[in-house]
């Protein structure tokens, strides 16, 4: 219930600061982060429907894909 409140506060705070002034992208976000944040998202879904229960191996894939994207990150976008 906690996470909720600080989820809508934060993007209540987001979505008043956007309507006083534009909040700056970085390029990188809009060209890499956001379909990773999106394949996440799905996988996760999918994940999700197979029993609504992660499984070991589920979250050992998730943990995988998330090093994968931090080495990516680092590889090809540098630190």
Known sequence: ???AYVVGN???ILGV???LQPLPIHARVLQF???VMLAASL???LFLFTGRQLSRVEGGLLLLGYA???GLSFTV???
């Open 1 to 3: 219930m906690a996470e």
């Open 10 to 12: 934060i993007l209540g």
């Open 17 to 19: 600061s956007a309507l």
């Open 33 to 35: 982060d956001q379909w």
């Open 43 to 45: 996988l996760l879904l």
């Open 68 to 70: 994968g994207y931090l």
């Open 77 to 79: 976008f540098g630190a």
